[in-house]
């Protein structure tokens, strides 16, 4: 408090969470403040290798409470089955169709904006 010319000093925590916004009330007026998010998402594992006959597997997400993210596959022969999308920490659950190329190939998921690489052996 005051009277006066003066300064005030808002101290605003940082944010690990989605975007956010409060207000003050300052000499009777009101001051906005706008916080992007500060949502950080990680997965474990980064890479997991699948024999030539397919298989399932998970991936692990980690994120603070409120972050969303989501999970897709950019391969027709991965496909998610479990945890598409989320909120906080989650699991995705994935299967990987049968090599039948018979060559090795690699595809990918993106969770939440990290890439997931899949390793499929060759016949």
């Known amino acids: 408090s005051g ?3 003066g300064t005030v000093r808002l101290d ?11 207000t003050a009330t300052i000499a009777g007026r009101t001051v906005s403040v706008n916080q992007d998010s500060g949502c950080t998402i990680s997965i474990a ?13 998970s991936v692990t997400v980690t994120a603070g409470g409120g972050c969303a993210w989501t999970a ?7 496909t998610v089955t479990r945890g598409g999308s989320g909120s906080g920490a989650g699991t995705v ?11 090795p190939r690699t ?6 904006g990290q890439v ?3 390793e499929q052996a060759g016949a």
């Open 72 to 78: 897709v596959s950019n391969v027709p022969w991965v």
């Open 116 to 118: 997931f690489t899949i």
């Open 45 to 57: 594992p980064g890479t997991q290798p699948v024999p030539v006959t397919g298989g399932a597997g």
């Open 3 to 5: 009277s006066g010319n």
């Open 107 to 112: 595809g990918t998921l993106t969770i939440g």
């Open 12 to 22: 605003i925590q940082a944010n690990t969470g989605p975007a956010r916004s409060g």
């Open 93 to 103: 659950d994935f299967s990987v169709d049968p090599n039948a190329t018979g060559a």
